[in-house]
Structure formats: C-alpha cells, structure tokens
C-alpha cells in the first residue's frame, strides 16, 4: 500500500506542476494592466505605477514570475493581494464557506443518487425507472446556471420558499437550496450509474447461486449486489468531492456565496493573478487527496483489488 500511494503521489507531480502552469500563463495572457485596473478610473503616476509593478514582480518576464510563484508557494507563502491582504488569509476565509456547501452538495447527490438508482435498478422497466430517468434526464440537460436562476425566481422571489441570497452567516438554511442545485447534476448522472450497475449485476450467475444456497434477498443485495455495484459509483463521488468546490463558481455567484469561487470570479475581474492560481493550486491537491481516498477504499469494497 506504501509504494502504491507514494508512486501515486509521484505521477500527480507533474499534472499540479502542469495545470498550475496552464493557469498562470492564461492568467498572464489576460488583457488590460491589473495595476491601472487598481486605480479605475483615475490617472495613475507612472513612478508609482512601476514600484508596484516591482514589488507584486509584474516588471518580470512570465516564467520568472511562475517560478517566483512555485518557490513561495513551497513554504504556504502565496504573497499578498493588491489591497495588500495576505493571499492565504483570503483562501483561508472563503474556503470553509465552500468546504460546507461541497459537502452538503456531496450528502444530497451521494443519497439521493444511491437511493433512487438502487430503486430504478431493482425495478427496472416499471413506472417510477421511466419517471426518475426523465428527471435524472432533465437534470444533466439543464446547465446549473438555469437551475439555479428559475429555483431562485419562483422559489425565492415568487413563492418566498427559499432565501433569494445567502447571508455571510451561511445557514443550513440558507446553503441547503444552493447545495442542492450544485450536486444535482452529479446527482443525475450517480443515479443512471447506480441503475446501470444494480441491474446488470443483479442479473449475474453469482446472484442467483447464492440465492439457490438459501440466502435471502436482503443478504444477497447488501453481501453482492450492491457491494459490487458501488465501485463505480464510490470513484465517481470520490473524483467528484473535489470537482465540486472547483465547480461551485457559478452557484455562489447565483446566491451570492462568499466562498472559493465566489473571490475566484472577483479575482480574475481585478487580474489578481497570484490569488487565482494559488485557489487553483489548493483546489488541486484536494483533488487529489480525494483520489487517493477513492483509491484506499477499493480494497475495503472489493478484496480481489490488490496494491503492488
């Protein structure tokens, strides 16, 4: 188990390196000068203008300043923003914000998927399969920014259902509507994975021979099919945790949700090049400790996996 994760941990090197890279330099490519953008509308002095160039390292050339970049970024030092704030003191008041919508995003689309795909999968071909896939259907058709919007306008503003924004204290409240709207898309898709798995699983020679040895139908779903069927489905919640707080751009600006996306979307209106990519690095590596979760509980779902 050592020297698979350490070698896994290895082959991840060059995709943060790699991804990190990308962004700077699109970040880099971005027109207009962030240093004007500072000032809006009103004259910058050139004198002053180059001091802080110099000083944010904006006078060097791209891969000076990306390598500037991964050099502080090796001791958590991510420099400061241009208001002068330190960069990690920024992540580190949004982030929990987007920690709790991800997870509550991650229960809804985690039970919800598992639940309606089992009862879609189990009974295959009646009424309710036909009615949860349109709707799971519908759901991966739908862009979330239109979700969002139309349960916010009729919810919100028509019916008085649901706040219309989340306030800076992000209530269960407040965040439940936002979470679902974030994890309904992976929701869809969890559900037609499950079905697909529980049905064709289900139909196995293995299924019907312990079903022939006595064993009852709840012992052989819990004990096999199910234990079989969501394999795929942990990889794709696992893979999809750290998608989620990457993706929850669009739904914190709909509810006005003061997170990771939320000052990601800020940040790149002001050239804030070194908050964007420093986001982007921490989104980064909890992607991967999240695939590496994923891949630790392969041996606990299914003990024919084995780490060299």
Known sequence: ????????????????????????????????????????????????AAQIRAEYNLDKPFIIQYLLFLKNAFTLDFGQTFAGQPVIAEIGRAFPVTIKLALMAFVFEAVFGVVFGIISGLKKGKWYDSVILIVSLLLISVPTFVTGFA??????????????????????????????????????????LTRS???????????????????????????????????????????????????????EQIFNIHGVGFLTYQSILKGEGNLVVSIVTILLLVFVICNLVVDMLYAALDPRIRYE
């Open 1 to 48: 188990m050592g020297k698979y994760l350490l070698r896994r941990i290895l082959q991840m090197i060059p995709v943060v390196l790699g991804a990190t890279l990308l962004v700077y330099a699109l970040v880099f490519a971005l027109p207009g000068d962030p240093v004007k953008a500072m000032f809006g509308d009103k004259p910058v002095n050139e004198a002053v």
């Open 151 to 192: 349960g916010q306008y009729f919810l919100g503003v028509q019916w008085s259902l649901i706040p219309v924004t989340v306030s800076a204290d992000t209530t269960f409240g407040e965040m439940l509507f936002p979470a679902m709207v974030l994890g309904s898309v992976s929701m869809a898709y969890i559900i037609r």
């Open 197 to 251: 798995e529980v049905s064709s699983n289900i139909a196995e020679d293995y299924v019907r021979t312990a079903r022939a040895k006595g064993m009852s139908n709840g012992s052989v779903m819990l004990r096999h099919v199910l234990r079989n069927s969501l394999i795929p489905v942990v990889t794709y919640l696992g893979q999809d945790l750290g998608a989620l707080m990457g993706g929850a751009m669009i739904t």
